[in-house]
């Protein structure tokens, strides 16, 4: 696993970080994970991810993803098993999307939990 980047944002007197960690890349796919800090003790939630070009889909295995198709905005919210996440844990939330062969990654440019951005650049 590669850390890609560490990106921070003070958002509405919200602060936090989201780690992207990349597991796999190719010529038409990323795999891997956003490891988000929960300070609040949640019972549900919701992660929106913003892309600079849009994929062509979106999976997660922990979550449900819309809109199913090609986005730039993707929002994932938690399936029934795992809604409930205690303050000072970290949610590993693992991810994969595609893109045509040939063109532009794809690259996350924010990410928000619960409707506040932790990343943001």
Same mark, same amino acid.
């Given at each position: 696993? #590669? @850390?890609?980047?560490?990106?921070?944002?003070?958002?509405?007197? @919200?602060?936090?970080?989201?780690?992207? @960690?990349?597991?796999?890349?190719?010529?038409?796919?990323?795999?891997?994970?956003?490891?988000?800090?929960?300070?609040?003790?949640?019972?549900?939630?919701?992660?929106?991810?913003?892309?600079?070009?849009?994929?062509?889909?979106?999976?997660?295995? @922990?979550? #449900?993803?819309?809109? /199913?198709?090609?986005?730039?905005?993707? /929002?994932?919210?938690?399936? *029934?098993?795992?809604?409930?996440?205690?303050?000072? /844990?970290?949610?590993?939330?693992?991810?994969?999307?595609?893109?045509?062969?040939?063109?532009?990654?794809?690259?996350?440019?924010?990410? /928000?939990?619960? *409707?506040?951005?932790?990343?943001?650049?």
């Amino acid at each position: 696993a #590669v @850390v890609l980047c560490v990106l921070c944002a003070a958002t509405s007197g @919200v602060q936090g970080q989201c780690i992207v @960690v990349q597991n796999n890349a190719w010529d038409a796919g990323w795999d891997g994970s956003l490891e988000i800090p929960v300070t609040t003790t949640v019972s549900a939630w919701t992660i929106d991810i913003e892309f600079d070009v849009a994929p062509t889909e979106v999976l997660c295995w @922990v979550g #449900v993803v819309s809109p /199913s198709g090609s986005s730039d905005t993707y /929002s994932i919210d938690n399936e *029934g098993f795992d809604g409930d996440q205690p303050a000072g /844990s970290t949610f590993s939330l693992p991810l994969q999307y595609h893109f045509a062969t040939g063109s532009q990654m794809p690259l996350i440019t924010s990410v /928000s939990w619960n *409707g506040d951005v932790l990343c943001s650049g």
